[in-house]
């Protein structure tokens, strides 16, 4: 299973950040798929997740900004984070797990990542 992410790499505060995370090797209609992110000098953040059926799993402190959504038919993901601040800027990583879990840990296929900065 290969992982990819894509997207902009600069994103100016307030705005939407989108990335996307193409699957090939594997379906995204089985396992987990999570999006997760790591500020500079800093431990990986679990953000959500979308499982085999579509069903979407958020971090409380970011699900009013969070939404993560998927084409099957491109076996893609897609995260979409709203409002975004400086604080936002990190590496932004997806995954897939065999179950559903928060613990980055778990996620044993990732992409290789995508730093994404935001600044006006």
């Known amino acids: 299973v290969q992982l990819q992410e894509s997207g902009p790499g600069l994103v100016k505060p307030s705005q939407t950040l989108s990335l996307t995370c193409t699957v090939s090797?594997?379906?995204?209609?089985?396992?987990?798929w999570s999006w997760i992110r790591q500020p500079p000098g800093k431990g990986l953040e679990w953000m959500g997740a979308?499982?085999?059926?579509?069903?979407?799993y958020y971090k409380p402190s970011l699900k009013s900004r969070t939404s993560i959504s998927r084409d099957t038919s491109k076996n893609k993901f897609t995260l979409q984070l709203s409002s975004v601040t400086p604080e936002d800027t990190d590496e932004y990583y997806c995954a897939r797990g065999e179950v559903f879990t928060t613990q980055h840990t778990e996620y044993h296929y990732w992409g290789q990542g995508q730093r994404v900065t935001v600044s006006a």
């Open positions: 979308i499982t085999y059926s579509g069903s979407t």
């Open positions: 090797g594997g379906s995204i209609t089985t396992n987990y």
